[in-house]
């Protein structure tokens, strides 16, 4: 399948540091990929380079066909590109309902004037706002939800929530940067599902950042390793857990044959 | 080691209350209080503020006591209290007596010998050892006032509350009774500078009764309403809203010019506070440089329709304001295109500058040829309903042929017919993508940007119709007070409006209205208050911070949530 986005030897420093190093990455369109890595390998800082938070200094993005790396991220969001954030940053003093109608913001395009008068037209697209807005709501099993404030819902809920808001931009591409952070393995499971439901259903490309492995390995069809800000590996879940450079980032030199294996064992048994 | 603890905490907490209490005197707030009223030959405000301080003070020791020993010693409570409004009498008798040995006038001004006798009631020093009982018995007052009920805290709050408010009014009160002509009402109740005695036994124990009457059958006549057909309820809030509408517009008519000219800036405030609500409730963009746009409004209007030297054009008012608030519009447009880049503290920064900067400008002698430098622009033409005469020369006003909106109390009804406009654009804004983007962008930036939403253009369109309605007001008092000085325009415009947005509740339009009325209007009508506004003002900012930093009157969303909560809390119940 062609790829949805290529990112061309992509680099980002902070000062002397290089978060990001050369970084050449595809993702293939409708696939579900993963970015793993220990703390501090520069999966966040890539995730921000490819949305526009901070522009990359070296290298190229493109977004379908089209060079992204030089515009501001409201432009990228037009694009087709949505994300969540590894500690939810949702808008904590507005209604569920209102976060979702944020989300929508680019497919709505009445005028402040006409908005002050009140036109018809201004009626008749909030009210199918309102609409979308309840049945992303609904997609993301939080029903009945839209009129309580961001901040007084549940933590898996504001997960959830976080992505219907993404999932109002209408994405071709979504990334989801740690969506499983402090969630027990229920509410994981559910998780997995739901991402693959995303795909399936709506036919939107998924990258993901995640440490939770059962997640990681259970969905993804490809994975990329980064570690101090280089790729250090890619290829399939089995590819990856068998590469030694892997064990080793994660392990430790010492550790490395062992530990991983045992790992993989784990895993392959879940699977069966 | 628990009650030492106790003690020593009841002492520590009068001293500072006594510390406080001198200060107040120092600073000149008894003195001058006391030339008003609570009740009449009974209490005099200042007085009244000096007891409220040991009265605190014992209730403050009495809670620590209750959060040290729990609440089953109602004995140590009281004793907390007592000891603490003892310390802040005996600190005040000291300071009396004190004062009598030791001249330290040529330091503080208002340590005289008025005062001397103000805080002994008149009987000399000898007699000042009454401080240190009033002090210990108000401490008790305060004690026990935190051991009644729930119910019955709030039931005097109550009373409290509205007798001291009428008392500070009374003589607007007045007036507007001898008016209306109710004089013997009036006298009954009102006196010059305070409630009579029976006025103020009317009032608090007039809201103890309908507090006690609500508690009981406040229920039923709430389900009763909720109970009502749709028509019903609706005409039920109609006349609420006719009520309201006849009291705001015929106030200005029923009491006197000096009322009116005060009843005018408030409505002023208003606009502009709704205005500025847009910048900084909606976008949360601090603009402290809002004066700058006011003051280009002002002298838009100021050069389109004085009939003085400077006057350019000698349009009518309703040609000038639209024109005055494009051109504030514009001004927005251009200062803010460059500074909406940077964040938070560094806008607040910069705008500021901007506000000087104008001020410089109109008032420097550099362009003293086109705006009049000190002189300022005299002679704006007032509103005229109807046509206006052909202009004839300098200094002599066009004749309307109509109704002139000459005083302040025709003027009002300009203002408050701008402030509705503005209130309605705000609403309508509010409910509307801009205002979501806007609410987002106040949020988190970055999410918002991630979004989709261009943060220029949208904060832009903030600045700018802040910076439009701004020069609407700027408009309106430059033809409120027929003539405009670069003096006038100073920072503390700017600084009134965020802090009346601030009090009243941020993004919160009813907010904006009380936020105006506390701040604006109660300084303007209690001139002794005057004299300590932005002493009062900055106590005001620090105790809303700390017990209410949502605002006197919170945006809905705020409601709406702490009402689901109740909600729940029922459910758990």
Same mark, same amino acid.
């Given at each position: 399948?062609?790829?949805?986005?290529?990112?061309?030897?992509?680099?980002?420093?902070?000062?002397?540091?290089?978060?990001?190093?050369?970084?050449?990455?595809?993702?293939?369109?409708?696939?579900?990929?993963?970015?793993?890595?220990?703390?501090?390998?520069?999966?966040?800082?890539?995730?921000?380079?490819?949305?526009?938070?901070?522009?990359?200094?070296?290298?190229?993005?493109?977004?379908?066909?089209?060079?992204?790396?030089?515009?501001?991220?409201?432009?990228?969001?037009?694009?087709?590109?949505?994300?969540?954030?590894?500690?939810?940053?949702?808008?904590?003093?507005?209604?569920?309902?209102?976060?979702?109608?944020?989300?929508?913001?680019?497919?709505?395009?009445?005028?402040?004037?006409?908005?002050?008068?009140?036109?018809?037209?201004?009626?008749?697209?909030?009210?199918?706002?309102?609409?979308?807005?309840?049945?992303?709501?609904?997609?993301?099993?939080?029903?009945?939800?839209?009129?309580?404030?961001?901040?007084?819902?549940?933590?898996?809920?504001?997960?959830?929530?976080?992505?219907?808001?993404?999932?109002?931009?209408?994405?071709?591409?979504?990334?989801?940067?740690?969506?499983?952070?402090?969630?027990?393995?229920?509410?994981?499971?559910?998780?997995?599902?739901?991402?693959?439901?995303?795909?399936?259903?709506?036919?939107?490309?998924?990258?993901?950042?995640?440490?939770?492995?059962?997640?990681?390995?259970?969905?993804?069809?490809?994975?990329?390793?980064?570690?101090?800000?280089?790729?250090?590996?890619?290829?399939?879940?089995?590819?990856?857990?068998?590469?030694?450079?892997?064990?080793?980032?994660?392990?430790?030199?010492?550790?490395?044959?062992?530990?991983?294996?045992?790992?993989?064992?784990?895993?392959?048994?879940?699977?069966? | 080691?628990?009650?030492?603890?106790?003690?020593?905490?009841?002492?520590?907490?009068?001293?500072?209350?006594?510390?406080?209490?001198?200060?107040?005197?120092?600073?000149?707030?008894?003195?001058?209080?006391?030339?008003?009223?609570?009740?009449?030959?009974?209490?005099?405000?200042?007085?009244?503020?000096?007891?409220?301080?040991?009265?605190?003070?014992?209730?403050?020791?009495?809670?620590?006591?209750?959060?040290?020993?729990?609440?089953?010693?109602?004995?140590?409570?009281?004793?907390?209290?007592?000891?603490?409004?003892?310390?802040?009498?005996?600190?005040?008798?000291?300071?009396?007596?004190?004062?009598?040995?030791?001249?330290?006038?040529?330091?503080?001004?208002?340590?005289?010998?008025?005062?001397?006798?103000?805080?002994?009631?008149?009987?000399?020093?000898?007699?000042?050892?009454?401080?240190?009982?009033?002090?210990?018995?108000?401490?008790?007052?305060?004690?026990?006032?935190?051991?009644?009920?729930?119910?019955?805290?709030?039931?005097?709050?109550?009373?409290?509350?509205?007798?001291?408010?009428?008392?500070?009014?009374?003589?607007?009160?007045?007036?507007?009774?001898?008016?209306?002509?109710?004089?013997?009402?009036?006298?009954?109740?009102?006196?010059?500078?305070?409630?009579?005695?029976?006025?103020?036994?009317?009032?608090?124990?007039?809201?103890?009764?309908?507090?006690?009457?609500?508690?009981?059958?406040?229920?039923?006549?709430?389900?009763?309403?909720?109970?009502?057909?749709?028509?019903?309820?609706?005409?039920?809030?109609?006349?609420?809203?006719?009520?309201?509408?006849?009291?705001?517009?015929?106030?200005?008519?029923?009491?006197?010019?000096?009322?009116?000219?005060?009843?005018?800036?408030? $409505?002023?405030?208003?606009?502009?506070?709704?205005?500025?609500?847009?910048?900084?409730?909606?976008?949360?963009?601090?603009?402290?440089?809002?004066?700058?746009?006011?003051?280009?409004?002002?002298?838009?209007?100021?050069?389109?329709?004085?009939?003085?030297?400077?006057?350019?054009?000698?349009?009518?008012?309703?040609?000038?304001?639209?024109?005055?608030?494009?051109?504030?519009?514009?001004?927005?447009?251009?200062?803010?295109?460059?500074?909406?880049?940077?964040?938070?503290?560094?806008?607040?920064? $910069?705008?500021?500058?901007?506000?000087?900067?104008?001020?410089?400008?109109?008032?420097?002698?550099?362009?003293?040829?086109?705006?009049?430098?000190?002189?300022?622009?005299?002679?704006?033409?007032?509103?005229?309903?109807?046509?206006?005469?052909?202009?004839?020369?300098?200094?002599?006003?066009?004749?309307?042929?109509?109704?002139?909106?000459?005083?302040?109390?025709?003027?009002?009804?300009?203002?408050?017919?701008?402030?509705?406009?503005?209130?309605?654009?705000?609403?309508?804004?509010?409910?509307?993508?801009?205002?979501?983007?806007?609410?987002?962008?106040?949020?988190?930036?970055?999410?918002?940007?991630?979004?989709?939403?261009?943060?220029?253009?949208?904060?832009?369109?903030?600045?700018?119709?802040?910076?439009?309605?701004?020069?609407?007001?700027?408009?309106?008092?430059?033809?409120?007070?027929?003539?405009?000085?670069?003096?006038?325009?100073?920072?503390?415009?700017?600084?009134?409006?965020?802090?009346?947005?601030?009090?009243?509740?941020?993004?919160?339009?009813?907010?904006?209205?009380?936020?105006?009325?506390?701040?604006?209007?109660?300084?303007?009508?209690?001139?002794?208050?005057?004299?300590?506004?932005?002493?009062?003002?900055?106590?005001?900012?620090?105790?809303?911070?700390?017990?209410?930093?949502?605002?006197?009157?919170?945006?809905?969303?705020?409601?709406?949530?702490?009402?689901?909560?109740?909600?729940?809390?029922?459910?758990?119940?």
């Amino acid at each position: 399948m062609a790829p949805i986005l290529t990112a061309k030897k992509v680099t980002k420093r902070f000062g002397g540091l290089v978060a990001v190093n050369a970084v050449d990455f595809e993702i293939p369109e409708k696939s579900i990929v993963s970015i793993i890595g220990p703390n501090g390998a520069g999966k966040t800082t890539f995730f921000n380079c490819i949305t526009g938070f901070g522009k990359c200094d070296e290298g190229e993005i493109l977004f379908e066909g089209t060079p992204i790396q030089r515009l501001r991220p409201d432009q990228i969001s037009r694009l087709g590109i949505s994300r969540t954030y590894q500690n939810i940053r949702l808008f904590a003093e507005m209604s569920a309902l209102e976060n979702i109608l944020v989300g929508q913001h680019i497919f709505l395009n009445s005028s402040w004037i006409s908005a002050v008068l009140g036109t018809p037209r201004v009626h008749q697209e909030e009210k199918r706002a309102l609409t979308e807005a309840q049945r992303l709501l609904d997609f993301v099993d939080l029903k009945g939800n839209g009129d309580h404030l961001a901040r007084n819902l549940p933590y898996g809920a504001q997960r959830r929530l976080e992505i219907a808001r993404a999932l109002a931009t209408k994405p071709k591409l979504l990334l989801l940067d740690e969506p499983s952070a402090g969630m027990n393995p229920r509410e994981t499971e559910d998780l997995t599902a739901f991402i693959r439901r995303l795909r399936d259903q709506l036919g939107i490309t998924i990258l993901l950042i995640e440490h939770h492995m059962r997640v990681v390995m259970g969905i993804s069809e490809n994975i990329t390793v980064l570690d101090y800000g280089e790729k250090i590996a890619e290829g399939t879940p089995a590819q990856v857990q068998s590469n030694p450079r892997v064990i080793e980032a994660y392990l430790g030199r010492g550790a490395a044959t062992e530990g991983m294996a045992t790992a993989h064992e784990r895993y392959t048994k879940k699977a069966g | 080691m628990k009650k030492e603890n106790l003690l020593w905490n009841a002492t520590k907490i009068g001293l500072l209350g006594g510390a406080i209490a001198i200060f107040i005197c120092l600073v000149g707030m008894a003195e001058i209080f006391s030339k008003r009223d609570v009740v009449e030959t009974v209490i005099t405000l200042g007085q009244f503020v000096l007891l409220a301080t040991s009265v605190v003070t014992g209730f403050t020791a009495s809670r620590q006591a209750i959060n040290l020993l729990g609440p089953n010693q109602p004995l140590s409570a009281l004793t907390a209290g007592l000891i603490a409004g003892l310390f802040t009498g005996l600190v005040l008798t000291l300071f009396v007596v004190a004062g009598d040995k030791v001249n330290i006038r040529a330091v503080f001004l208002n340590a005289s010998p008025t005062l001397y006798s103000l805080l002994t009631f008149g009987k000399g020093v000898s007699n000042s050892w009454v401080l240190a009982v009033g002090g210990a018995m108000s401490g008790l007052l305060g004690a026990g006032y935190l051991l009644l009920p729930e119910l019955f805290r709030r039931t005097i709050n109550r009373a409290l509350l509205v007798t001291v408010f009428m008392a500070l009014f009374s003589n607007l009160f007045r007036v507007v009774f001898i008016n209306q002509g109710m004089e013997q009402i009036a006298k009954f109740i009102f006196g010059q500078t305070g409630l009579t005695m029976p006025g103020s036994l009317i009032f608090f124990f007039g809201v103890i009764l309908i507090s006690w009457f609500w508690n009981y059958r406040g229920r039923q006549i709430q389900s009763g309403v909720a109970r009502l057909p749709k028509s019903g309820q609706l005409s039920l809030r109609a006349a609420t809203i006719a009520l309201i509408a006849i009291i705001a517009l015929g106030l200005p008519q029923a009491s006197g010019p000096f009322i009116a000219q005060v009843i005018v800036t408030v $409505a002023l405030f208003i606009l502009m506070g709704l205005g500025l609500n847009i910048t900084l409730g909606f976008a949360g963009l601090l603009d402290l440089g809002f004066v700058a746009f006011y003051a280009i409004g002002a002298y838009t209007v100021g050069l389109l329709t004085s009939y003085g030297i400077f006057g350019l054009q000698h349009v009518s008012f309703w040609v000038a304001v639209p024109i005055a608030v494009l051109v504030a519009m514009g001004a927005g447009f251009v200062l803010g295109l460059p500074v909406l880049g940077v964040r938070g503290d560094y806008l607040a920064i $910069a705008t500021l500058g901007f506000g000087e900067i104008v001020r410089l400008l109109a008032g420097s002698d550099f362009l003293a040829p086109y705006f009049g430098g000190p002189q300022g622009i005299i002679g704006i033409q007032k509103p005229c309903l109807g046509i206006l005469g052909p202009f004839l020369k300098i200094d002599v006003p066009r004749v309307c042929n109509g109704i002139e909106l000459g005083k302040p109390q025709d003027i009002y009804y300009v203002a408050v017919a701008a402030a509705l406009l503005i209130a309605f654009v705000a609403w309508r804004l509010r409910e509307s993508r801009l205002g979501r983007a806007w609410m987002a962008i106040r949020e988190d930036e970055d999410v918002a940007e991630a979004l989709g939403i261009n943060l220029i253009q949208t904060k832009l369109l903030a600045y700018m119709l802040g910076a439009a309605f701004a020069g609407l007001g700027g408009a309106i008092f430059a033809t409120l007070i027929g003539s405009i000085f670069a003096t006038s325009m100073q920072l503390t415009v700017s600084l009134n409006v965020v802090s009346l947005i601030i009090v009243g509740g941020m993004g919160s339009i009813p907010g904006v209205i009380v936020g105006a009325i506390a701040l604006i209007g109660l300084p303007e009508l209690l001139r002794e208050v005057s004299e300590f506004r932005y002493l009062l003002y900055g106590m005001a900012l620090i105790i809303m911070m700390l017990a209410k930093p949502e605002g006197l009157w919170p945006s809905q969303a705020t409601r709406r949530e702490l009402h689901h909560v109740e909600v729940e809390a029922d459910v758990k119940a």
